[in-house]
C-alpha cells in the first residue's frame, strides 16, 4: 500500500495576486500612500484607532469585491487536499483573505490573521466581520490581524507539522518575512523534500531543492499534478 505523504504548503501574497488582491510590497501595491507604523503596528492603533479601522475597511471591501475570486492556484492546492486528506495538507498561510476557503481547502492556519474576523481586545473573542467597523461604537474590537512586532497564530501547531512533513511547499512569497521565512530551513533538517513554486527567486532561493518560477496559476497546478 503507497504510503500518502504529508505536505505543508506555505503561501504568500503571490497566490493572491492574480485573484486582484495587491502584494504589499509592489510598485502600487497596499502600502502605496500608507505608513506601515501608522496602519499595521499597535503603536500606530493606539494612536489613531480610527484611521486603522479604516484602512482594514478598506481592505475588506475590496476583499469582497465580485471580481475576487480564488484562481487556478488555489483550487489546484483544495484538489490536493481532497484527494490526499485533510490529516495529510496543511496551508499554512501569511494572507489574510479568505480565498483558499472559497476554493474548497479547509486544514489552513492563517499565521497572520484574517480580515473577514475581528477580536475582542478584552475577552479576546474572534468574530467574522463582513461589514465596516465603527471604532466609535466598539472601542473594545480591533482587526484580528498580526502586526508587525506580534507573535503570529498557531506558531506550535505549525513547527510540529513541519517537524512530520515530507514536502514543504512555498508558494508566492518574498522570503523576507520572519518567521515564515525560516520554515524551509526546518524543513531542510527534517529531511523534507523543500520546492520553491514563485514568480520570481525568493531572498530563500538557495534553501529550495526544487525551484520553478511563473505565475501561480500556471506553475502550482502543474506542480500539484504529480501528488495526485
Known amino acids: 500500500m503507497m504510503t500518502i505523504p504529508k505536505i505543508v504548503i506555505l503561501t504568500g501574497a503571490g497566490i493572491s495576486a492574480e485573484s486582484g488582491l495587491s502584494t504589499f510590497r509592489a510598485q502600487n501595491g497596499l502600502w ?8 499595521a503596528t499597535y ?33 489546484a492546492l483544495a484538489e490536493l487536499e481532497q484527494k490526499l486528506g485533510t490529516d ?7 494572507n489574510v483573505d479568505n480565498l483558499h476557503e472559497q476554493a474548497g481547502s479547509k486544514n489552513i492556519i492563517h499565521m ?40 503570529p497564530l498557531q506558531m ?4 510540529d507539522a513541519l517537524s512530520q512533513a515530507d514536502y514543504f511547499i512555498s508558494i508566492g512569497t518574498s522570503g523576507n518575512v520572519y518567521p515564515a521565512a525560516g520554515f524551509v ?27 520553478i518560477y511563473g505565475p ?8 500539484i499534478k504529480t501528488f495526485i
Not at 88 to 94: H, P, S
Request: hydrophobic share 35%; proline share 5%; charged share 20%.
Open 88 to 94: 495529510n495538507v496543511l496551508i499554512v498561510t501569511q
Open 112 to 151: 497572520h490573521g484574517e480580515l473577514l474576523k475581528v477580536r475582542n481586545e478584552k475577552t479576546g473573542q474572534i468574530i467574522d466581520c463582513f461589514n465596516d467597523v465603527n471604532y466609535q461604537q466598539n472601542k473594545l474590537i480591533r482587526p484580528h490581524i498580526v502586526w508587525f512586532g506580534e507573535i
Open 185 to 211: 530551513q526546518i524543513a531542510n533538517q527534517t529531511s523534507a523534500k523543500t520546492i520553491e513554486l514563485n514568480l520570481e527567486p525568493s531572498l530563500g532561493e538557495s534553501l529550495f531543492q526544487t525551484k
Open 43 to 75: 503603536e500606530g492603533y493606539m494612536r489613531n484607532p480610527t484611521a486603522v479601522h479604516d484602512f482594514y475597511n478598506m481592505l475588506r471591501r475590496k476583499l469582497q469585491h465580485p471580481n475576487v475570486k480564488p484562481n487556478a492556484a488555489h483550487f
Open 216 to 223: 501561480a496559476s500556471k506553475v502550482v497546478p502543474e506542480f
Open 156 to 159: 506550535e501547531q505549525i513547527y
Open 32 to 39: 502605496e500612500g500608507y505608513d506601515v507604523n501608522d496602519v
